[in-house]
């Protein structure tokens, strides 16, 4: 299977997986995709319901993948990613929750950080050749990314995260880790991170000196095995005669686009819900056709506070740039705050699950829909974070306290390691060729 940039659109320059996974952005600015995308045979469909996470991951990313990496290989790399269950909770009629939050960091991007390093190492590049994956961070992408990357051998990780504006317990998970991943404070923003980091990927000199990558979720190493979960979830649903809707609590649209991943490989979804907090580009594009990218709102959903998705261009490359198919296949909503909070209180009170705002998120997109278009099949929305690293707004919502997850305090008791760096390039430069 070959990869081909989203901006390539005569498919002239196609690149294998490796390649694709190793540049990360393709040289025009665009983002890779695999060039087409096979259905699955009904028998292989039909066979799924019948096996475990593990082995239904090794057949939809051998299917995917297409010969890129042999398919023991990636049955070996699917039984360690998906060690963790992914429960589809059924939380009221025909309404399910797709637990994505019982990995190592308790949220979603698990999935996608520990599928990225260990194909990554598959590729075996010579020892001298040292990996170097650097990522900027508001908190919870370096904290999925440093769990997936720690010990994996002949990778090095570089977390860039402003300094003073992660929360306590993100630091602790950014900066507990030691070996091969070194934790960066930057002086800075967030968004100084994040240019940092893109000058380290385009710098001309940086590339005869090291072989850099990034692991945001503009790499397909990211999307392509989130796109198991969808399968698995279909897989697990009893009345598969009623149509599948998905809500997916959307941010940068990553998971999204693993969701429409899924479904060009036959995967059996009716329809997706693109659900938002306030950073409403993409939903206001499918009501108007006009995407119009605005500087990010602040949210207590704040792992979505996105003004311009980096995957929506994926998205378009999918339906053609059309408006119309998109809106066939899916449908935007955008949430207040305030909407969130009482999502989370009415969750809590009429069935007792515990909602975190992302998943409130979702589950009101879902609720919106179902009300909307009067549907009665399966409603799935997929709950992406732990509640409890977002304790303090949850527990306002349900009046009760949540228990601290033992996960998360495992790292409360470790020794943080940093290094502060002022916000400079040719610093962080530095470290980035010596350490
Ligand atoms: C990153 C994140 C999202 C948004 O996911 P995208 O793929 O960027 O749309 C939603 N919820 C949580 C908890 C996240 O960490």
Known sequence: MLYVSTRDKQHLNPV?????????????????????????????????????????????????????????????????????????????????????????????????????????????????????VAVATSGDTGSAVAAGFHAVKGVKVYVLFPKGKVSKMQQKQLTTWGDNIVAVEVDGTFDDCQRHVKMLLSDPDLKTKALLTSANSINIARLLPQAVYYAYAWSRLTNKNKPLVISVPSGNFGNLTAGLIAHKAGIPIHHFIASTNVNDSVPNYLDTGVFESKPSLPTISNAMDVGNPSNFERMLHLFDDKQAQMRELITGYSFTDAETMAAISNLYETTAYIADPHGAVGYLGLKKFIQEKSFTGNGLFLETAHPAKFGETVEKCILNTIPYPERLAAFDVKDEKFIACPNAYDVIKKLVLER
């Open 16 to 132: 294998n997986l490796a390649t694709a996974v190793i540049k990360g952005l393709a040289d025009d600015g665009g983002l890779y995709m695999p060039i087409h995308i096979n259905t699955l045979g009904n028998d292989v469909l039909q066979k799924l319901p019948s096996l475990e996470l593990p082995e239904i991951a090794g057949i939809f990313l051998n299917h995917l993948l297409a010969g890129a990496v042999s398919s023991s290989t990636l049955q070996a790399i699917s039984s360690e990613v998906f060690d963790f269950p992914i429960p589809l909770e059924a939380i009221g009629e025909n309404i399910y929750s797709l637990e994505l939050f019982h990995g190592p960091t308790l949220a979603f991007k698990d999935v996608g950080a520990r599928f990225m390093s260990r194909l990554m190492k598959s590729f075996n590049y010579d020892d001298a050749a040292e990996l170097k």
